[in-house]
């Protein structure tokens, strides 16, 4: 379901597309007003690419809410005038929701996880969330994932019965002290809004789990949850391609691990490739409401301002759907994984909700210099 | 104007608009030198200069400080000023011009957009257009007017001929204009009607001309043989999707109110316009919001044939954006070198007789802003 937003002025009336907090009118209050029940009202077929919608041809709609509030919606799909407009939940293990955001990651995120068909959350229920906090580095730049994301998930989860305190952050570094990470991305402040918990995953311990070939030390948290969260940033790697649902859990091996795995990006990506089947199941939120392109953040890469907020079961699913989406060089630990039986990796049974794979697939700069890439 | 002084245009010039990579100072200088001559003034004689450019980055001339750049190629150290509007750049140079407390102001407008592929213009264009709604869902130019065009076709029975209607006139038009890139090269109607589809309504000849060029005028607070007699400007909200109403541009229906009201003539007191036509739905709305005709009959003041050469109103004689071309900024200045060269009887076969009272319309955005003029030949 299409979300048209508008912020609506509580005593004056007035009507906002950006979300401002007070109305300049009078100073009053602001409600939010959602719209989900659209129709087509306008439609224009689109002959001329350009890099941000480089597929053509492509539509875009004009769609009017049960409000009377429009907004345009790109779509592949052909719509006839007085159509209604509508996405369909999918809760399949195929499925990706594509979400744009209009101003509101808050707003992207929950129609994301709506779309694969929301998640069910009891009181007791403890709960991990793993965001990307490697590297320090402030909200802007996409390099951590946007403390906006962390905090729509935590808010979702709470209106869907989660007690914070059953929540946990937890993430470690390899290259350095995590606190830094944590206050720099404006994790701390969510941690204290919300009173949920934090761990450091390098301070707590380690199983020993056995899969193939490979033996990795993962973090025992992993394994004392209800619910797993992955909530990557994506971003541009240059070892991996891109850090997305198979990167971000990484950082829960031991550094020893993650080092002897680190020496060989060959065997590295063979691991990775296990992951599905080492981890317990889990939900991932990738994070592209800026993320980075270009050689990411080692090595000079950029903010992307992808404006978008992914939500999928399935890693395989959720990292090809990316891999698509962005045009990026095929992610060959992504491939195996679904050779494995992990999940789909072929594009055409993939299934997005949302928005089209051709809706908002874009060239990005591209990270160079991978041997797992290349090999 | 309230609280200003009289104003009356003593020269304009442009550079033919053209494909050619200029760079964008030179190509202002022309302008410049043009509007000076044309004013018999010398640069001594100026004492500001507003400039309006886009600061685009699809070329190898992207120079967002272009006063200081104009200080450079003109050898003056002086108040000058940069005022962008995208599309209507011009346009609200003009119009803030008129308002400096200066005796002599130069007006430039320059840009240069045509040095990149369709892609990468589309893509720069796009930008004058709101972020997250609008640019996420790849409403390019032509797709948002086109919506528009639709709305007003099925609200109104517009049709998609009235508009190759306008394309055709602006087109035989530009023909006649030596400044114009179709200069002796008119446009078969069946040539317009066979367009390539760009965004459904539109064909290419819906859609303006990509040029680069620059624009000048030169205005005082002494006589001369034309009359800034009004001179209105508004702001909307930046989508159309947001507006009550899609087919109405209230900036235009705003700043012709104005405009008119301070001329104290009536629209059918106009002998010669030039309208934005960036897309041909935009000067059809025009018509219907300038008041020239009531809301949804700008395809019959379209048909009636009052708008072509020969007619009551002859609109767009410089063969408007579509033919004469739209380089973004120098667009609203060039309307009004039109209207200027109209009233003072320059403008060889496409003259237009008895030319007495002209209007330069000028807009940024898709209606985001717009801005009217309003001149009078001097007796005498």
Redesign the interface.
Known sequence: MVRVIRWVGESSGKKY?HPIERCIHDGGNIKKVIGTKTKV??????????????IVP?N?L?LEDEHGH?????TIKDYC?GDVYEDIPNAGDNAIAAV????DVGEAVDEALELIGGLAVSKKQKILLKPNLSIPGYPYLGICTNPQVIRAVISYLVRKGAEPKNITIAEQSFFMPLEKAVEKSGIAEIITEFGVNYADLAKGGFIVKKEREFTFEIAKAVYETGLLINLPVIKTDTVLGIDGAFENLTRFLSKKAFDELAKNPLKAGLALATFPHVFPPFITVGDASIGMQGNGPAMNGEPGFF?LIFAARNPVVHDTAIQEALCLKKLPYVELAGTLGYGTYEIENISFVGNELD?IRRDIKQPIGSKLIQE | MAGCPKRFVHGVGMTKFSLDSIPMAVMAHEAIALALKDAKKSMDEIDAIVVSNSDTKMNDDRQRHFPSVLSSVLKRKMPIIRVPAVCGGGGAAFWSGLRLRYKTVLIVGVDKVASSTTPLVTREIMNASENAWEQDEGLIFPAANALVAQQHFTRFGTTHEDLELIAFKNHSNGALNPKAPFYKKPVSMEKIKNGPMIAEPFTLYDCSLTVNGAAAAVISTAPSEVEVIGSGLATDHIAPFEREDMCVWSSTVEAGKEAFAQAKVKQGDISVAEIHDAFSIVELIAYEDLGFCKKGEGKDFVRSGVINLGGRMPTNTSGGLKARGHPISPTGVAQIVEIVDQLRGRCGERQVKGAALGLAHNVGGAGGTSIVHIFRKVAG
């Open positions: 597309i009202i306008g439609i224009t077929k689109v002959h001329i690419p350009n890099p941000l919608h480089p492509y875009v004009i429009r907004m345009p919606k790109k005038l744009r955001i209009k101003y404006n809706a």
